[in-house]
């Protein structure tokens, strides 16, 4: 195993400084170390707080790239900024507000260096209130190759748990502020590239997706960004309109779960 693992980090960040340390320590505290960590702040509005600690952060670990944009484009916008700054084999995301397991990079990037052909991966996450306590893997790991149909019913991926290579002529919708994720993932698979995802819990999630106080008021918002996505890819990869019909009543069917548990969630957290 090479000294440093040939694969470049970055993290979108934006009013953030509550959460982005515990994110780099997550990066600097792999087993096998990335060669490039590239952070790009969204221009942040809380008066120099994430700024401030993006500086600190910097001078502890002096081999971070810090990039500071003028403008707030979304975290895709600052995702491809990232990327296209990126300067090995394979590209890693990772959100402010998330951090991953010891073992992720050397589990996953192994996996995908002894399989070449696979041009994306994710893995499992869990959420968490505290302090992860990490399971030491051993080096047995099972993955499954993902289809275009179980993608087209669902986004299989969190976020920062993606590893891609960096070569993919693909990039996020810049503008697009809800699925943008969903919809990259999408035509990367549906362009025949490979995908798996590797059976391993190696990322923690420090907010749940839905259900928690505040956030049903956002839940349309992250619906249309989903079939947004769907009219996108159906137009580009000509998916039959009867097949992409049925897929949109299974989203809306879960969107319509989501509010319920939503809103018996907020209900709940009323009575208390």
């Excluded at 996450?125 to 047995?140: G, K, L, M, V």
């Excluded at 839940?219 to 000509?238: A, D, P, S, V």
């Amino acid at each position: 195993m090479s000294k440093n693992a040939p694969i470049s980090v970055v993290i979108p960040c934006y009013n953030s400084a509550d959460t982005i340390k515990r994110a780099i320590d997550s990066v600097f505290l792999q087993t096998w170390e990335p060669s490039e960590v590239i952070i790009v702040d969204d221009c942040s509005t809380d008066y120099g707080k994430t700024h401030k600690c993006l500086e600190n952060l910097k001078h502890i670990y002096p081999s971070i790239k810090l990039v500071l944009l003028t403008q707030n484009g979304g975290p895709g916008n600052a995702r491809n900024v990232g990327w296209d700054m990126a300067s090995k084999d394979y590209v890693a995301f990772l959100d402010s507000d998330d951090s991953w397991h010891p073992q992720k990079v050397e589990i996953q990037l192994k996996v995908m260096l002894d399989n070449k052909e696979v041009d994306i991966s994710g893995h499992n996450s869990c959420f968490i209130e505290d302090n992860p306590h990490y399971e030491i893997y051993d080096e047995r790991t099972q993955f499954d190759i993902l289809s275009k149909k179980q993608f087209l019913f669902s986004n299989r991926y969190a976020t920062s748990s993606v590893v891609l290579k960096r070569e993919l002529p693909y990039r996020f919708l810049s503008n697009k502020k809800y699925s943008e994720d969903f919809l990259l993932w999408l035509s990367i698979v549906l362009s025949n590239k490979k995908a798996i995802k590797i059976n391993k819990v190696l990322l923690f999630a420090y907010k749940k997706p839905f259900g928690v106080s505040g956030l049903s008021g956002q839940l349309w918002r992250m619906e249309r960004g989903e079939l947004e996505t769907y009219k996108i890819i159906g137009t580009h990869f000509n998916i039959n309109q009867l097949y992409l019909a049925l897929i949109k009543i299974y989203s809306l069917t879960k969107f319509t779960r989501r509010v319920l548990l939503t809103c018996a969630s907020e209900r709940g957290n009323g009575s208390e």
